[in-house]
């Protein structure tokens, strides 16, 4: 089985290996996870996009965990957190791979960018930039972030704002990135990289409680999120399972 359906969103059983051999191709990742597949039920225009994307490969052990319940596993969890650093190490060596990197807080993609480079020996990210808040309504600012990525050279773009906003901007600009082959949608991925931000131990991860961890350290920004609006994701996957959803029938 090439495709899981999870909530009318069709997820790439794929595994990490397959994945890097078919970004040889390049294409446009995104990496679903339980908060995105809330989102999607209420928001018509990311639904449409997520979509569009070349690839949707899973972002969450919770979704291993509801694909399994669904009699539709998924091979392997591939989280954008892994699979940028997975890419850029595999395709380290190839000349025609040249990272741009954009999002995080003021200065962090310019760490990740550093740290990236130094870990693999070669200027591998040749370029970074940090958004204003708020940018994405801002013609003349979005103008200024397609520029600075054609000037750059890159070939790949690795996104980390948050969703849907990421997703968003990758759809509407990308026709416009005249030298992108390669797009990712991966949230806080540009933070860790710069050590901004800390991981959850591999064990919480395994878990399924990646979620606490990051609300542990983030309670006031992501309670609400955690707690509250994802909640329903359990009572939607009970009724996928047993009812004769619309989704059952969407094609995959």
Same mark, same amino acid.
């Given at each position: ?5 999870? /909530? ?28 995105? /597949? ?9 639904? &449409? ?6 690839? &949707?490969? $899973? ?15 998924? &091979? ?6 892994? /699979? ?27 760490? #990740? ?16 930039? $940090? ?10 600012? $979005? ?14 773009? #690795? ?29 806080? #991925? ?8 800390? &991981? #959850? ?48 029938? /969407?094609?995959?």
């Amino acid at each position: 089985m090439e495709q899981v359906n999870i /909530l009318s969103i069709s997820i790439d059983n794929f595994s990490m290996s397959e994945m890097l051999e078919k970004l040889k191709f390049g294409g446009v990742v995104f990496t679903p996870n339980v908060d995105h /597949l809330i989102k999607l039920q209420k928001d018509k225009d990311f639904h &449409r996009i997520y979509n569009s994307a070349d690839y &949707r490969v $899973c972002d969450s052990q919770i979704l291993i965990l509801a694909a399994k319940f669904l009699g539709q596993p998924l &091979r392997e969890k591939i989280s954008g957190s892994d /699979l940028f650093p997975a890419f850029y190490w595999y395709y380290r060596h190839d000349k025609n791979v040249k990272i741009f990197l954009l999002g995080g807080p003021e200065g962090v993609a310019e760490q #990740a960018r550093r740290r990236i480079n130094a870990k693999v020996g070669r200027e591998l990210v040749i370029d970074s930039y $940090c958004p204003p808040f708020g940018f994405e309504k801002d013609e003349q600012e $979005c103008q200024k972030i397609v520029d600075l990525i054609n000037q750059s050279g890159a070939t790949v773009l #690795a996104v980390g704002l948050g969703a849907p906003k990421q997703e968003k901007w990758i759809y509407e600009h990308k026709d416009k990135l005249e030298n992108i082959k390669t797009f990712f949608a991966i949230g806080a #991925a540009i933070e860790f990289e710069a050590g901004h931000r800390q &991981r #959850a131990p591999e064990w919480m991860s395994v878990a399924g409680l990646e979620w606490l961890f990051r609300l542990l350290l983030e309670p006031k920004r992501l309670w609400k999120r955690y707690l509250v609006e994802d909640l329903p994701f359990f009572f939607l996957i009970l009724r996928q399972k047993f009812s004769f959803h619309p989704w059952s029938k /969407l094609s995959r």
